[in-house]
């Protein structure tokens, strides 16, 4: 089992930066791909952002491409995600992802454990 906590939400202007953290729980996650999502109201989930076991490779969505940074410390079991330039259209609430696949997944249903999710509201 792996129990994912995330934290760092908050209400932010537009052209703010937040920084969210995941904290991991449970055996072997540094071995676990990770990924951040996030879900507008009324809306579908969406892949923001996946990086791999090691933290060597990520992948973003474009629309976050060169806003939002995600990044893993294996040694504290946290993953985090970075962004600036927040737009109010970034409004949602952000989800931390486990997976084991080795593939890079942009999918919802190939992640095996999930967190609560962190509210993050931009104003204009």
């Known amino acids: 089992q792996v129990q994912l906590v995330e934290s760092g939400g908050g209400l932010v202007q537009a052209g703010a930066s937040l920084r969210l953290s995941c904290a991991a729980s449970g055996r072997t996650v540094s071995t676990y791909a990770m990924a951040w999502f996030r879900q507008a109201p009324g809306k579908e989930r969406e892949f923001v952002a996946h990086i791999n076991w090691s933290g060597v490779y990520t992948h973003y969505a474009n629309s976050m491409k060169g806003r939002f940074t995600i990044s893993r410390d294996n040694a504290k079991n946290t993953v985090y995600l970075q962004m600036n330039s927040l737009r109010p259209e970034d409004t949602a609430v952000y989800y931390c992802?486990?997976?084991?696949?080795?593939?890079?997944?942009?999918?919802?249903?190939?992640?095996?454990?999930w967190g609560q999710g962190t509210q993050v509201t931009v104003s204009s």
């Open positions: 992802a486990a997976t084991r696949s080795v593939s890079t997944v942009t999918e919802t249903y190939a992640y095996d454990y």
